[in-house]
């Protein structure tokens, strides 16, 4: 069965994004308690692992769990940025979630239309 060439790029979006988003949010601890905010990277894993299935299947929740996903990544992009240890500057939030938002919905419009 041959797949849509914007499927496979979405899969690789997902993997990428999910890799980048876990990888700055278990670097730096949380300055809750001193510990490691770990429940956003496990759902955020789990979701992509779902979503990364059903997309590569074509399965009919394709688009769901994608939806899942990118919610889930909004909220772990937030959580990755606020929690970097303060330096002295500010956070920059609103950019990176912005474009991350438009990035997802531009995905997520495309899977409406292939799935």
């Known amino acids: 069965m041959r797949r849509p060439v914007g499927v496979m790029a979405i899969v690789i979006l997902i993997v990428a994004s999910s890799t980048l988003i876990l990888t700055r949010s278990l670097r730096f601890p ?38 899942l996903w990118a919610l889930c990544a909004t909220v772990g992009l937030v959580v990755a940025r606020i929690g970097v240890p303060a330096s002295g500057h500010r956070v920059l939030l609103f950019g990176p979630v912005v474009y991350a938002g438009l990035v997802y919905a531009v995905a997520a419009f495309y899977l409406r239309r292939v799935v």
Do not use: D, K, Y
Request: hydrophobic share 65%.
């Open 30 to 67: 949380v300055a809750r308690m001193g510990q490691r905010t770990i429940v956003v990277p496990v759902l955020l894993s789990i979701l992509a692992l779902i979503a990364v299935e059903a997309l590569w299947r074509l399965r009919s929740h394709a688009f769901l769990a994608f939806t």
